[in-house]
């Protein structure tokens, strides 16, 4: 995949202080069915920033410069949260949550790609084992899929998924744990 300036730019311009940050706090080691967090992505195949294009690229910062309308650079919650166009302003003020990583107040546009990066692609790992395509996921459907072929660690991870231990998934539950382990 052709690699754009502006992706590269980013890696440069903000991985190193990521790294320096993440490397000086001491964080239990998560394991879902002995596997990390990023082990579980990579059994999903989970390509973040590697599976962007120049017109992904190009549509987030298109996306990000429409809601960030005092040109800052940045989405406050006034912004993004109150005067935003899309969805409901619940759905609005979780993503705002979710993409302000370092809590701030403000979603920086970094924290803006970051976050598109991994629920698009999350989404459309959900999607994709959704069977009857009613926006819920069942365990069944998750251990038909074979997305990940060791039934161990499929129910495991689906475990881990399930937070409320329903047995099904919803976009905004899976989401919330693939983030955590995106971000780890």
């Known amino acids: 995949m052709k690699t754009s300036l502006l992706v590269s730019s980013l890696l440069v311009c903000f991985l190193p202080p990521l790294i320096l940050a993440q490397s000086k706090e001491v964080k239990p080691k998560i394991l879902i069915g002995g596997k990390t967090p990023r082990e579980v992505l990579i059994e999903f195949k989970f390509q973040g920033f590697l599976a962007l294009n120049d017109q992904h690229w190009q549509s987030y910062r298109r996306v990000f410069s429409l809601t960030d309308t005092n040109g800052d650079g940045r989405h406050s919650k006034e912004e993004y949260i109150v005067n935003g166009r899309y969805m409901t302003e619940q759905s609005r003020r979780g993503i705002f949550q979710a993409s302000d990583y370092n809590k701030d107040g403000y979603v920086s546009a970094f924290e803006y790609f970051e976050n598109r990066i991994i629920t698009d692609e999350a989404k459309l790992i959900f999607e994709a084992m959704d069977q009857n395509r009613n926006g819920q996921l069942t365990r069944v459907e998750f251990m038909a899929s074979k997305r990940i072929r060791d039934s161990k660690l499929a129910?495991?991870?689906?475990?881990?998924?399930?937070?409320?231990?329903?047995?099904?998934?919803?976009?905004?539950?899976?989401?919330?744990?693939?983030?955590?382990?995106?971000?780890?």
Do not use: S
């Open 155 to 184: 129910a495991a991870i689906f475990k881990a998924l399930d937070t409320n231990g329903n047995g099904e998934l919803v976009i905004p539950e899976y989401l919330r744990v693939w983030g955590k382990w995106a971000r780890n």
